[in-house]
């Protein structure tokens, strides 16, 4: 009996050895596929810098009054485009730092934050004649100003770039939650628990980098806040994230 027992412990060594290489084994190329793209990232935000920042102070010294409607057009929609460039470098470069910069909390006042970010994200939606319906209360949280702002932002992004032309979305602020809620493509059931995984993509027609869900995951759990997310294909997707009534 005592060599059965002695028999069994080495081949479950064995066997959690022969687990262990080929684990290692198949995930390396995830791995280095991560690495890869991690760098990328990296590169390609280094690169963004000086041609957004050429383009949007560009845009906003042009003088609009002198354009007509046909050049006006236009350069709305370079707008347009160069916000949404803006929000994907912030993205960006927030996930290339976030392991290395300290935290900067204070007590903000939410309402102007989210009416300021509601204004930038405005010409967006404008594009897609999406219209914005407002319920906004006073609310005050101990947080990041910049974690925050990349709350709101990939929030509102998302229900723009994933709602339907003519859609709506219904923004909701409380003393302890903000409530995005959109009438877009919405999300199946299965795949919701694997929304906030990096580089994960609701809808690969609408390209980005999967990263906006994760980045705003990774500041809920930081800061202990709820996420809840409830959706229905072709009717649309409510996120929520809400807070410590205390905070």
């Known amino acids: 009996m005592e060599l059965i027992y002695i028999f069994l412990i080495f081949s479950i060594l064995f066997l959690s050895a022969v687990i262990y290489l080929l684990s290692k084994l198949f995930l390396h ?58 929000n994907l470098y912030n993205d960006l470069a927030f996930l290339i730092s976030y392991e290395h910069t300290q935290k900067h909390n204070f007590t903000i006042e939410l ?74 493509i919405g999300i199946q059931s299965d795949k919701i628990n694997q929304i906030f995984n990096r580089y994960t993509r609701f809808d690969e027609a609408n390209g980005g980098f999967g990263i906006g869900l994760n980045i705003i995951q990774m500041i809920c759990k930081e800061y202990k806040f709820e996420i809840h997310v409830e959706s229905q294909v072709a009717q649309g997707t409510t996120f929520t994230i809400a807070w410590d009534k205390r905070s």
Do not use: W
Not at 38 to 64: A, C, K, W, Y
Not at 122 to 148: F, G, Q, T, Y
């Open 29 to 86: 190329p995830l791995r280095d596929a991560i690495t890869k793209l991690d760098q990328f990232i990296r590169d390609t935000t280094h690169e963004l810098n000086t041609p957004l920042s050429v383009i949007t102070m560009s845009i906003e010294q042009l003088d609009r009054k002198t354009l007509d409607a046909r050049h006006l057009k236009h350069i709305d929609r370079i707008d347009v485009a160069s916000r949404t460039i803006s």
């Open 111 to 184: 309402l102007p934050l989210l009416e300021e970010r509601i204004d930038y994200f405005h010409p967006v939606a404008d594009a897609k004649k999406i219209s914005l319906h407002l319920d906004l209360h006073p609310s005050n949280l101990l947080i990041d100003r910049e974690k925050m702002i990349r709350i709101i932002d990939n929030l509102l992004s998302n229900a723009i770039k994933y709602n339907k032309p003519s859609g709506d979305i219904y923004i909701t602020l409380t003393q302890n939650f903000l409530c995005v809620r959109d009438t877009g």
